[in-house]
């Protein structure tokens, strides 16, 4: 599902390679942790999955396609299959909850019959449809989340990446958002998490892999945010 | 793809960029109406040389008394000069050629000039004697001049062979150092237009940055994405070159029939027609520029 091998990215002008040496199979249907100190690569490593960057050297994989060969004009038709949140949510803010979800179906040329139909779907999945015509300044930190993660998965992608996706939120509000993704993993979407959070990984027990300077120095089935079993 | 969507997109863009939307309709509609002018002044000149050129003659002048020593040793021309000429332009060679021809002797010049020059005191001062008695040679084909000036240059007894063109040509040259002018000035003027074209663009897209970045996160195709972006700069460089037709337009009717044709009955002017015609060309003109401006400004501010 996601394949890469002997992934090195030097930025320019950078004193270390961002990433070095990276080997890494994830298979269709897991749920993992990428941990690890700020700038020990794993930012980078979610921009090669998602193709807006490519590796100084090394071959990368994703859903059958050649990240390093595919040209341009199809980039945006392999990214059509890969969900994407952040810790900073992204939204519209001019735009209400339904219709920043109803936006990303929009711009990929989905039809409007479609739309009216998927977008209170995944607003129910995510337990935000009393909330749909609410702006995101009127929604809590929990709930623009979920407004975001209703975008990512209204296409029903293949693959869910997260980038610190509870980063700006309390504990009890994460416990939700961390919920919501264990259901959507369940149903069949492969989940890699970039995080700091501590709590949610230990008792979580998923795979783990833990970046240091570039390099993956742990890869481990259930595990903890720390050290090995 | 969804035309209402991109519509609403591309007046999210115009509202958010009102002012530099409309300096983008005002440079380009200036920029073309230079365009139009330079169009309709190569089409006058292109209308007043059919006019002219057929109507323009060849002058033989004969020697006078006055003319200059080396030209004409002999002073004033003989009978038997006047006798060459003729039979030579009803010769075989010469005759498929001409239209007609006729002769001014000095009195007849004399009182054509007295006509011509009455109010200036030149008129007073020139005799007969001075003025050359004069072949007058019309062509069939205006172009076809240098023939009868070949012909008889350098003839003993004749003063001087001219091809009446070579005065309109001043009077075109200057035409067509006018429209180049204007051409020049209309060149500038679109080279800003395609530079704040590619501001406005890149201003745009600094706007929309969120918009975009989400747009490209979920997929969407960079057609899409840059689709609004190339019809706000075709949309803005439209309406210019559309302003500029209808400016080529007045100018034709107010100015050139309007004014002009009446001042100066005898000359055939631009019409109505003529603009009509260059109508099209300045629409695409702008929409082309624009389009490709917005289209380079996107290929740099907005990567995949």
Known sequence: ?229 | MRAKFILGEIGVAVKANLSMVISVILVTFISLTFVGTAGLLQQQIGSMKNYWYDKAQVAIYLCTETSPQDICPQGEASDNVRKTIQSKLDSTTLQPYLDKYYFVDHAEAYKTFQKEFKDNSVAKYVTPAQLNETFWVNLKDANQAPIIVESFSGLSGIEEVKDQRSYLDQIFSVLNISSLAALAIAALMLLSAILLISTTIRLSAVMRRREIGIMRLVGASNFYIQLPFILEGVLAGVIGSLLAGGAIVLLVIFFVQGYLAEKLPFTSFVSMADAWTLLPALVLLGALLSGLAAFSAIRRYLRV
């Open chain 1, 1 to 229: 599902m996601i394949s890469l091998s002997q992934v090195s990215k030097q930025y320019k002008d950078a004193p270390r390679a961002a990433l070095m040496d990276i080997n890494l199979e994830v298979d269709k249907g897991e749920f993992v942790f990428l941990v690890g100190a700020s700038g020990s690569g794993k930012s980078s490593l979610l921009r090669m999955i998602l193709r807006e960057d490519v590796p100084s050297s090394g071959t990368i994989h994703v859903l059958g396609e050649n990240l390093i060969g595919i040209p341009n004009r199809r980039v945006p038709h392999f990214r059509r299959n890969l969900g994407v949140v952040f810790q900073d949510f992204r939204l519209l803010p001019n735009k209400t909850a339904a219709q920043n979800v109803a936006f990303s179906l929009e711009v990929i040329g989905k039809s409007s019959g479609f739309i009216s139909e998927a977008v209170p779907d995944v607003l129910r999945l995510v337990g935000l449809e009393e909330k749909a015509s609410s702006l995101p300044s009127q929604l809590s930190g929990g709930e623009q989340q979920r407004v975001a993660l209703a975008r990512a998965i209204v296409n029903k992608p293949a693959i869910l990446l997260a980038d610190e996706p509870t980063g700006n939120l309390d504990p009890n509000t994460s416990e939700g958002i961390m919920a919501l993704l264990e259901r959507i993993n369940l149903a069949g979407t492969t989940i890699l998490m970039a995080t700091h959070d501590k709590s949610i990984v230990d008792r979580s027990r998923k795979r783990v892999i833990q970046l240091s300077e570039g390099k993956i120095v742990r890869d481990e089935s259930s595990s903890g945010y720390g050290a090995s079993r």
